[in-house]
């Protein structure tokens, strides 16, 4: 009898969306943001804290922090202390993403190892001063091809043996000061709050705080306001909707929006497409559904 065994794609790279080498003097930061695409911080040297949705995470060499799309994040160094990151953005597809977890994690021997060899490789072909190896690449993708190639398929590697092995997969140190613990309370508030137009002063009394103690800690871990993220949440939101088919009239009523066309206008501005045009623009969705 001849054989025949069916290879599905547990996971799938269908772009590379940010590479970057960086060595980051103290003090440095990185501003907060959310984008369509997953991004993985490997840190080589030194120690940063990461800020990931609710959670602050402290990470140093062989740590990394995994986030998946439209996941609030920014970085700054710590301590008085320089870091080298490895940092790479990808779309991503494949049974797997439910396996695929946001968080920090101390990575093993093996699983450093590979992460390493990660940027060996791209430095391979691509000259070491270069700090964003992606900018690179782009302009002269034909000629990288191959190269391109073989290393979405390492990283794909890379990816499946962290979920594949989880039980090395340590969380990294999180954050519990006082002022950690209200971020994380206000961006619960926020996340719960999604068909809704929840206010700072609501928060601040649920919170028994000033408006302004509240509006100190948010700056502190996130570059945009409480409103602002607010509306990046719903945009989140919506992107999911979108991908199940819903509606837009009902996402916007859903999501708090006073009409359907001022939903369009606002997703539009926060994300370059209409509604109707996203998903035809983005087939690939690598957000967790």
């Not at 065994?5 to 970057?20: G, S, Y």
């Not at 430095?123 to 073989?150: C, K, R, W």
């Amino acid at each position: 009898m001849r054989l025949h065994l069916p290879i599905r794609p547990i996971l799938e790279i269908t772009a590379l969306n940010e590479c970057k080498d960086s060595h980051f003097r103290h003090p440095r930061s990185f501003p907060g943001e959310f984008h369509p695409f997953w991004e993985l911080v490997y840190v080589l040297d030194g120690k940063v804290q990461v800020v990931v949705g609710e959670n602050i995470y402290t990470v140093s060499s062989g740590d990394m922090v995994i986030y998946e799309p439209m996941a609030f994040h920014s970085l700054w160094t710590v301590e008085n202390v320089d870091a080298h990151v490895l940092i790479i953005g990808f779309s991503l597809n494949g049974e797997g993403l439910s396996d695929l977890k946001s968080g920090a994690y101390t990575l093993n021997a093996t699983q450093q190892t590979e992460a390493t060899e990660l940027l060996t490789y791209l430095h391979s072909f691509i000259p070491n001063e270069v700090g964003h190896l992606l900018e690179e690449m782009i302009p002269n993708q034909d000629a990288y091809a191959t190269q391109i190639f073989l290393f979405a398929k390492r990283l794909e590697m890379f990816l499946l043996s962290l979920i594949n092995n989880l039980n090395p997969l340590v969380h990294g140190t999180v954050s519990y000061s006082a002022y950690a613990q209200t971020y994380r309370t206000i961006v619960t508030e926020l996340n719960a709050n999604l068909e809704g137009w929840i206010t700072t002063k609501e928060i601040a009394e649920k919170l028994c705080c000033s408006t302004a103690h509240i509006n100190q800690v948010f700056a502190r871990y996130s570059d945009i306001g409480i409103h602002k993220y607010l509306l990046k949440l719903k945009i989140a939101a919506a992107i999911r909707m979108l991908y199940k088919n819903t509606p837009v009239s009902e996402i916007s009523a859903r999501l708090a929006f006073s009409n359907q066309n001022y939903f369009s206008s606002v997703f539009k501005r926060e994300t370059g497409f209409a509604p109707t045009q996203y998903i035809q623009q983005n087939t690939d969705s690598s957000l967790p559904l």
